[in-house]
């Protein structure tokens, strides 16, 4: 009897374990990106006049550091953080860091620079199992599983 309960706890723990959490499917992500489209765009807007920007190039800035109207559209877009950078320093891009996922990072990446990733329908896969899906007028969508190490 006791050998019986010892294997049912050990077949219980290997199902409890080794099943990982997963993500949903990339298709909700994507369908929450157009729910959310007009909103994003805004935000844009808002971010391309907001001069507490001006010197934060290459910058992570977490919601909180916003002026409160900002803070409260990234939050009601659910966004923790956001990533400034650009070529030149001519045109504001943008990386949103959501709080999307379950498992993995998710970002929403705006960019105006990039019309190959960020075209409808373009898809990739990389060798750390990171995606991105382009989903048309500047934007892009990455699950990011691991991050890849740059040098500096």
């Known amino acids: 009897m006791r050998t019986k309960i010892y294997v049912i706890l050990f077949f219980a723990f290997l199902i409890f374990f080794g099943c990982e959490q997963k993500d949903k499917q990339p298709h909700i992500y994507i369908d929450r990106f157009y729910k959310n489209e007009e909103g994003l765009n805004h935000l844009i807007e808002a971010l391309r006049k907001d001069t507490f920007l001006e010197d934060k190039w290459g910058d992570l800035i977490e919601r909180n550091k916003f002026n409160n109207a900002i803070k409260q559209k990234l939050y009601d877009l659910s966004i923790d953080s956001v990533h400034l950078f650009s070529c030149g320093h001519k045109q504001k891009q943008f990386d949103f860091i959501t709080n999307w996922g379950q498992k993995n990072s998710m970002h929403l990446y705006y960019n105006t620079l990039d019309s190959v990733q960020t075209e409808k ?32």
């Open 121 to 152: 329908g373009f898809y990739k896969k990389d060798e750390y199992l990171n995606e991105t899906w382009g989903l048309g007028n500047h934007w892009a969508l990455s699950i990011v599983k691991k991050y890849i190490e740059t040098m500096q």
